[in-house]
Nanobody, 122 residues
Framework: EVQLVESGGGEVQAGGSLRLSCAAS????????IGWFRQAPGKPREGILC????????YYADSVKGRFTMFFDNAKNTAYLKMDSLKPEDTAVHYC???????????????WGQGTQVTVSS
């Protein structure tokens, strides 16, 4: 089955760190743009970070620049979002995604993970 499975969310105090995992199955992360969106209650979904496994270019939203980083473990076919210096305003459901995923039955222009809750207390 082609899917992205996220893990690693939880609750942390302001200033703390968390690492989210996005494990791909049914396809390789290599050759795709992989990224993260988040959605806080009552707010629109916000794209925060994405990285191309093709040319290794990375985009960071201003809201996370200098605090969040993304890296890949090709052996585990997993992308990671490392979040440092967390703030209460980072509280949201975080979703990973992959662009342009093909499989035997078709094609996903965007494949989404199930989301994981990150809660930062002050």
């Amino acid at each position: 089955e082609v899917q992205l499975v996220e893990s690693g969310g939880g609750e942390v105090q302001a200033g703390g760190s968390l690492r989210l995992s996005c494990a791909a199955s049914g396809f390789s992360t290599d050759g795709h743009v992989i990224g993260w969106f988040r959605q806080a209650p009552g707010k629109p979904r916000e794209g925060i970070l994405c990285s191309s496994t093709i040319d290794r270019s990375t985009y960071y939203a201003d809201s996370v620049k200098g605090r969040f980083t993304m890296f890949f473990d090709n052996a585990k076919n997993t992308a990671y979002l490392k979040m440092d210096s967390l703030k209460p305003e980072d509280t949201a459901v975080h979703y990973c995604y992959a662009e342009g995923v093909t499989y035997s039955g078709g094609f996903y222009s965007t494949l989404w993970g199930q989301g994981t809750q990150v809660t930062v207390s002050s």
